[in-house]
């Protein structure tokens, strides 16, 4: 109405007004999203709105749209769900509905709207900014506001991000919540394998994913299923049944006690019936299985958000708020994504209409182009899923001159995911028809012992979730006895070989290569995948067991944060590993909400100190005691020689005034062990067949110009390029290595000369640095130092 018109701010034109809302179902991590998008946005001198019930708040107005304030938004990255609400809105699927909050928008001032949801969300979204100028339009012409007053707000600002615990929207690698998801699907599998092998049964899983197979499909992997069912793969209608028996009546002929098959909730056969847990039940009590089934339902929305989404949805929502602030009318609406490493913008719609196609060629049932819609590491991981469990019946086998003896040593303190990646490996090779050996106990073992172990299917059946070393690992170098590791090498005439390791594996695969001159044996294929909690290998931005290590960190903290809320204000300085690494360090204070984070790459001063004090006190001022959790500091171990852990706990107490406490905290070896995330065996996985095909494409046996599959893991950088080599003994020797949107093979040789700082055991490139300038934004150590 007119008179509500008065009310209308000008301040549009003069600072932007945000307003950021979840929408469509609920996924862990969309907290951790509001609350960079609330913060990054005061940091940058905006107002931030949060929209109540979603499209509902913004269709209602009033005390749906509430301002956020700094204090708003403390402690939300560990809460689940969504606590700004979430809702379906049959209302703002109509125009009148969406002209009513345009109104309410307008009225206070907000012309730019972030939101996190789903496709359908998104589409909403991206109609209700092309359909803007039209509602204000009309919002004049009905009297409803004046053309002053909706003068500064001809344009509407959207950005999405993607709030889905299915993984389903293209272009983007995972979604805000798919891991979390995944993770409590894979908890729930180990629980079920653990009375499944007991009483020799087999168990139907269903899993969420309507439209998408990435749950069921990462699910597969990660808890060693036997068979998955996924939409859009659709299994041969009539024929899926005999296919299923025989993999799983295989599996048992193996030695396996029991039987897991994943049912993605959306399954369909390829005349598009949906294969309903029921039948696949039905089908394994024909072959004489004990069978039960378990719909997993709501429990995977459930729970906090493991830390990988917590760090999506940080570094999502801050770049959220710089698109508002860069966004110009004529720019698409954004979308934020992430491939690899990297987070990235693209176009909003043409995403949404992506993620649409896969629906219609299932429909269509061309699911050979419903699989490639997906994104490239879905096919992959699909591919591999086959290759170790479906086809392992030998029809993938090479010739048997192709075929390679590889060899695969574990180096240094032992990470998560060392068994699931010698399992994977292992089980690639058997399909193919190599033979995999593992070095028992590193590379001492092999030269004090000599022992080797043909490994079986049977033998790494159960590494999946098995957490240590159970081939051994040792922290001695390759360089120990070169010439005894030679004549093991060449009597158990080893085509190609694995390490897992951090940054012992990384040296020792120099050493080996380095090596070849004087021993000729070694000139085989060689490839390091990085493994350590440190995540310390120069060259890669992700080492396998570093997720793990962050998970148990997140839920250390979280737990030591609440454990305050019940006694006084309290502090806690916490110490994580990270040798001379502070990525861990750097990583944990992002997504705990740290109040410093004190690393080797930064220098601790007394200057920096006192800033914590000064957050410390601000902090506690704003406590109003409905949110009493504990703060935290946290510190590498290696951070600095004279200021401690309890040196600087002991001044952070000695300047408290007694108006708060502080402890110390350190969690010592609970940050390498325990079971894998669901994140470091998939990508164990990943990594590990990737390597095998390394090797295979690198073998002087398989020099092969005119397989393509080859050519692509065969070449050598000239110029920074990479081109395909026949005869390059450095690339054959390499570091499977993540940057940014990029996987690739780096040649030690390369890697040692120009990014690694052997004093130090690190690369010298720091690749975190980001954590934490953003950390101190949205700790609110910026503004403080605006302040002083
Ligand atoms: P999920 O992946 O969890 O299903 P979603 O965002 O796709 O999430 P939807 O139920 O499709 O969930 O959409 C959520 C809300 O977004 C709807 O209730 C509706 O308010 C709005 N919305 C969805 N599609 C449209 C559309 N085409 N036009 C306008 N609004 C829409």
Request: hydrophobic share 40%.
């Given at each position: 109405?007119?008179?509500?018109?008065?009310?209308?701010?000008?301040?549009?034109?003069?600072?932007?007004?945000?307003?950021?809302?979840?929408?469509?179902?609920?996924?862990?991590?969309?907290?951790?999203?509001?609350?960079?998008?609330?913060?990054?946005?005061?940091?940058?001198?905006?107002?931030?709105?949060?929209?109540?019930?979603?499209?509902?708040?913004?269709?209602?107005?009033?005390?749906?749209?509430?301002?956020?304030?700094?204090?708003?938004?403390?402690?939300?990255?560990?809460?689940?769900?969504?606590?700004?609400?979430?809702?379906?809105?049959?209302?703002?699927?109509?125009?009148?509905?969406?002209?009513?909050?345009?109104?309410?928008?307008?009225?206070?001032?907000?012309?730019?709207?972030?939101?996190?949801?789903?496709?359908?969300?998104?589409?909403?979204?991206?109609?209700?900014?092309?359909?803007?100028?039209?509602?204000?339009?009309?919002?004049?012409?009905?009297?409803?506001?004046?053309?002053?007053?909706?003068?500064?707000?001809?344009?509407?600002?959207?950005?999405?991000?993607?709030?889905?615990?299915?993984?389903?929207?293209?272009?983007?690698?995972?979604?805000?919540?798919?891991?979390?998801?995944?993770?409590?699907?894979?908890?729930?599998?180990?629980?079920?394998?653990?009375?499944?092998?007991?009483?020799?049964?087999?168990?139907?899983?269903?899993?969420?994913?309507?439209?998408?197979?990435?749950?069921?499909?990462?699910?597969?992997?990660?808890?060693?299923?036997?068979?998955?069912?996924?939409?859009?793969?659709?299994?041969?209608?009539?024929?899926?049944?005999?296919?299923?028996?025989?993999?799983?009546?295989?599996?048992?002929?193996?030695?396996?006690?029991?039987?897991?098959?994943?049912?993605?909730?959306?399954?369909?056969?390829?005349?598009?019936?949906?294969?309903?847990?029921?039948?696949?039940?039905?089908?394994?009590?024909?072959?004489?299985?004990?069978?039960?089934?378990?719909?997993?339902?709501?429990?995977?929305?459930?729970?906090?958000?493991?830390?990988?989404?917590?760090?999506?949805?940080?570094?999502?929502?801050?770049?959220?708020?710089?698109?508002?602030?860069?966004?110009?009318?004529?720019?698409?609406?954004?979308?934020?994504?992430?491939?690899?490493?990297?987070?990235?913008?693209?176009?909003?719609?043409?995403?949404?209409?992506?993620?649409?196609?896969?629906?219609?060629?299932?429909?269509?049932?061309?699911?050979?182009?419903?699989?490639?819609?997906?994104?490239?590491?879905?096919?992959?991981?699909?591919?591999?899923?086959?290759?170790?469990?479906?086809?392992?019946?030998?029809?993938?086998?090479?010739?048997?001159?192709?075929?390679?003896?590889?060899?695969?040593?574990?180096?240094?303190?032992?990470?998560?995911?060392?068994?699931?990646?010698?399992?994977?490996?292992?089980?690639?090779?058997?399909?193919?028809?190599?033979?995999?050996?593992?070095?028992?106990?590193?590379?001492?073992?092999?030269?004090?012992?000599?022992?080797?172990?043909?490994?079986?299917?049977?033998?790494?059946?159960?590494?999946?979730?098995?957490?240590?070393?159970?081939?051994?690992?040792?922290?001695?170098?390759?360089?120990?006895?070169?010439?005894?590791?030679?004549?093991?090498?060449?009597?158990?005439?080893?085509?190609?070989?694995?390490?897992?390791?951090?940054?012992?594996?990384?040296?020792?695969?120099?050493?080996?290569?380095?090596?070849?001159?004087?021993?000729?044996?070694?000139?085989?294929?060689?490839?390091?995948?990085?493994?350590?909690?440190?995540?310390?290998?120069?060259?890669?931005?992700?080492?396998?067991?570093?997720?793990?290590?962050?998970?148990?960190?997140?839920?250390?903290?979280?737990?030591?944060?609440?454990?305050?809320?019940?006694?006084?204000?309290?502090?806690?300085?916490?110490?994580?590993?990270?040798?001379?690494?502070?990525?861990?360090?750097?990583?944990?204070?992002?997504?705990?909400?740290?109040?410093?984070?004190?690393?080797?790459?930064?220098?601790?001063?007394?200057?920096?100190?006192?800033?914590?004090?000064?957050?410390?006190?601000?902090?506690?001022?704003?406590?109003?005691?409905?949110?009493?959790n504990g703060k935290i500091v946290i510190r590498n171990e290696q951070a600095s020689s004279i200021y401690t852990t309890e040196l600087i706990a002991d001044i952070i107490a000695e300047n408290?005034?007694?108006?708060?406490?502080?402890?110390?905290?350190?969690?010592?070896?609970?940050?390498q062990g325990g079971v894998p995330s669901s994140k470091d065996r998939v990508t164990a996985s990943r990594y590990a067949v990737k390597c095998v095909k390394f090797l295979e494409a690198w073998?002087?046996?398989?020099?092969?110009?005119?397989?393509?599959?080859?050519?692509?893991?065969?070449?050598?950088?000239?110029?920074?390029?990479?081109?395909?080599?026949?005869?390059?003994?450095?690339?054959?020797?390499?570091?499977?290595?993540?940057?940014?949107?990029?996987?690739?093979?780096?040649?030690?040789?390369?890697?040692?000369?120009?990014?690694?700082?052997?004093?130090?055991?690190?690369?010298?490139?720091?690749?975190?640095?980001?954590?934490?300038?953003?950390?101190?934004?949205?700790?609110?150590?910026?503004?403080?130092?605006?302040?002083?």
């Amino acid at each position: 109405t007119p008179s509500s018109a008065g009310s209308v701010p000008t301040g549009g034109a003069i600072k932007k007004k945000i307003a950021v809302m979840t929408s469509g179902g609920d996924s862990p991590g969309m907290n951790s999203a509001v609350r960079a998008v609330v913060r990054a946005g005061i940091y940058y001198g905006c107002d931030v709105y949060a929209v109540y019930e979603g499209y509902e708040g913004l269709l209602k107005g009033g005390d749906l749209l509430k301002k956020m304030e700094w204090q708003d938004v403390r402690g939300w990255l560990s809460e689940g769900g969504t606590l700004i609400g979430t809702a379906r809105c049959m209302e703002f699927r109509e125009r009148w509905g969406r002209k009513q909050a345009a109104g309410n928008l307008i009225r206070e001032g907000i012309d730019a709207l972030v939101v996190c949801g789903g496709d359908g969300s998104l589409t909403g979204a991206d109609l209700f900014r092309s359909e803007w100028p039209s509602l204000v339009k009309e919002l004049v012409e009905d009297g409803t506001f004046t053309e002053e007053q909706v003068e500064p707000y001809k344009n509407l600002t959207i950005v999405g991000l993607v709030g889905s615990i299915d993984n389903d929207m293209s272009g983007t690698d995972s979604t805000i919540g798919a891991y979390s998801a995944l993770e409590r699907i894979c908890e729930m599998v180990d629980y079920i394998d653990a009375t499944a092998k007991s009483h020799s049964r087999a168990f139907v899983v269903e899993v969420m994913g309507r439209h998408c197979g990435w749950l069921a499909l990462m699910a597969g992997i990660a808890t060693a299923a036997d068979y998955i069912f996924i939409p859009e793969r659709a299994a041969p209608s009539g024929e899926w049944q005999k296919e299923l028996q025989r993999v799983c009546q295989a599996h048992r002929e193996k030695g396996r006690r029991n039987n897991t098959v994943i049912v993605a909730e959306g399954a369909l056969d390829d005349k598009l019936n949906p294969i309903t847990s029921e039948q696949v039940k039905d089908a394994l009590i024909e072959l004489g299985l004990d069978t039960k089934i378990t719909t997993l339902g709501h429990v995977q929305r459930g729970g906090t958000a493991v830390a990988h989404d917590r760090w999506l949805a940080t570094l999502q929502g801050v770049d959220a708020v710089k698109a508002v602030l860069e966004m110009t009318p004529d720019t698409p609406s954004p979308l934020i994504g992430i491939l690899e490493n990297k987070i990235i913008r693209m176009p909003l719609m043409e995403s949404v209409k992506l993620t649409k196609s896969v629906a219609d060629a299932i429909e269509h049932k061309d699911f050979d182009k419903a699989i490639s819609l997906r994104d490239s590491e879905f096919i992959e991981l699909y591919e591999n899923f086959i290759s170790t469990t479906v086809k392992d019946d030998g029809s993938e086998r090479l010739p048997e001159d192709e075929r390679l003896n590889v060899a695969i040593v574990h180096v240094g303190a032992p990470s998560a995911a060392l068994n699931a990646a010698t399992r994977a490996a292992t089980l690639y090779c058997l399909s193919r028809g190599h033979k995999p050996y593992a070095i028992l106990n590193g590379f001492s073992g092999l030269i004090q012992t000599g022992e080797v172990k043909e490994l079986s299917w049977i033998d790494v059946e159960n590494w999946h979730n098995l957490g240590g070393s159970e081939i051994g690992t040792n922290r001695s170098v390759a360089s120990e006895d070169m010439g005894t590791i030679a004549y093991h090498f060449q009597k158990n005439k080893f085509d190609g070989v694995i390490i897992l390791g951090g940054f012992e594996g990384f040296k020792s695969l120099k050493e080996l290569r380095d090596a070849r001159a004087q021993y000729p044996i070694f000139n085989i294929p060689m490839v390091l995948i990085p493994s350590t909690v440190s995540n310390n290998v120069p060259g890669t931005e992700y080492s396998l067991g570093v997720d793990t290590c962050l998970n148990a960190l997140v839920n250390y903290t979280d737990a030591i944060k609440q454990s305050a809320s019940a006694s006084r204000r309290r502090v806690f300085v916490v110490e994580v590993q990270g040798g001379h690494s502070g990525y861990i360090a750097s990583f944990t204070g992002l997504v705990t909400g740290a109040v410093s984070v004190y690393t080797p790459e930064d220098q601790i001063d007394l200057k920096s100190i006192r800033e914590d004090l000064a957050l410390l006190k601000e902090n506690f001022r704003h406590d109003k005691g409905e949110n009493r959790n504990g703060k935290i500091v946290i510190r590498n171990e290696q951070a600095s020689s004279i200021y401690t852990t309890e040196l600087i706990a002991d001044i952070i107490a000695e300047n408290s005034k007694n108006k708060f406490g502080v402890r110390t905290a350190i969690p010592g070896h609970v940050q390498q062990g325990g079971v894998p995330s669901s994140k470091d065996r998939v990508t164990a996985s990943r990594y590990a067949v990737k390597c095998v095909k390394f090797l295979e494409a690198w073998n002087k046996k398989n020099v092969d110009e005119t397989n393509e599959d080859f050519k692509i893991l065969r070449f050598k950088y000239v110029n920074g390029s990479k081109v395909y080599t026949v005869h390059d003994e450095d690339s054959s020797a390499a570091v499977i290595a993540v940057n940014g949107s990029h996987i690739s093979f780096k040649p030690i040789a390369r890697l040692w000369k120009d990014e690694t700082n052997v004093e130090l055991r690190k690369g010298n490139e720091i690749h975190w640095q980001e954590f934490n300038k953003i950390g101190d934004i949205l700790s609110g150590r910026c503004n403080l130092r605006k302040e002083v």
